[in-house]
């Protein structure tokens, strides 16, 4: 592989590898240390893969995979924070999954920072890589307690030839390795958390929830009344992405409609409504 490709490839892992860490640090408080290592991935009966498509060009695509005991423990982690503190494969897959899936929207957002243009991620699935990538390499993992069995990282020819203007830092010298020292790393992903701050999340307000049965639908016109089920003089719930995270009353504000925060949900209150949400979300598998 040509010297300047493979540092645009490593550069692109070191850019995830941050991500990564800083989704682990908003969704349970918990920051694994990763390191790249350059040696061949070993697969296994057992490694969950995720497929991952960009639309920088037609077939531009990443792999990402996880052994059972490496997404088992990140999950865990990650529920624990929630409190929750027994849960089963699924919901350990699931919510490994979803952390996986947040970290690939950040580095969607910051490789399209690097090229000047908008980035996003197109729909993934849980699907092994093709057997000759253009890029491979290990990502070793570690808790504080405890060594994980690495992860794989594979990245296809159609997304290296679209990120060649990709750039992490200052660049690399050739032969240099792009993986700062641990501590290092780890202070700077979870210290700051700077690779999340500048993703936007919508931010919604809900006044009540109501069923209404599709023939009742059909029958709504104009000047019909839909009843919800909490009372006018209850709290609002401001819900972003999905998630509450607030309780607060309606105001006038110039003219327009905001809310007052009366309550900030705690942290674990927070992981527990999310999990509502993104816990049963859909899970692609093939």
């Given amino acids: 592989m040509d010297m300047q490709i493979e540092e645009h490839a490593r550069a692109l892992v070191g850019q995830w590898r941050g991500d990564f860490v800083g989704a682990m640090q908003a969704m349970g408080d918990f920051c694994p240390k990763m390191e790249t290592d350059?040696?061949?991935p070993a697969g296994g009966r057992d490694m969950l893969w995720w497929h991952q498509p960009f639309d920088l060009a037609a077939g531009a695509a990443i792999w990402i995979g996880a052994p059972e005991q490496t997404w088992s423990v990140l999950g865990q982690r990650i529920l624990e924070a929630a409190g929750v503190e027994s849960s089963g494969p699924a919901e350990l897959r699931d919510t490994y999954l979803e952390v996986l899936r947040q970290s690939l929207g950040v580095l969607a957002?910051?490789?399209?920072?690097?090229?000047?243009?908008?980035?996003?991620?197109?729909?993934?699935s849980e699907t092994a890589p093709?057997?000759?990538?253009?890029?491979?390499?290990q990502i070793a993992i570690s808790t504080p307690d405890q060594e994980l069995p690495s992860m794989a990282f594979h990245i296809n020819r159609g997304m290296l030839a679209a990120v060649q203007k990709f750039t992490h830092g200052a660049s690399a010298e050739p032969g240099q390795s792009d993986q700062p020292a641990p501590d290092e790393f780890s202070a700077r992903a979870c210290g700051t958390l700077d690779l999340l701050l500048d993703v936007e999340m919508p931010v919604s307000v809900s006044f009540g929830r109501t069923q209404v049965r599709i023939q009742d639908i059909l029958k709504l016109t104009s000047g019909s009344i839909i009843e919800l089920d909490r009372g006018i003089a209850e709290p609002v719930e401001v819900i972003v992405n999905n998630c509450i995270i607030a309780r607060g009353e309606v105001v006038v504000v110039d003219g327009n409609y905001g809310v007052r925060i009366n309550e900030v949900m705690s942290r674990k209150e927070r992981l527990q409504e999310s999990r509502k949400y993104l816990l049963p979300a859909s899970t692609h598998r093939h």
Avoid: I, N, W
């Fill in 38 to 40: 350059l040696a061949p």
């Fill in 109 to 124: 957002r910051g490789v399209g920072g690097q090229l000047g243009r908008e980035v996003a991620t197109t729909a993934g």
């Fill in 130 to 137: 093709p057997p000759d990538p253009a890029f491979s390499c």
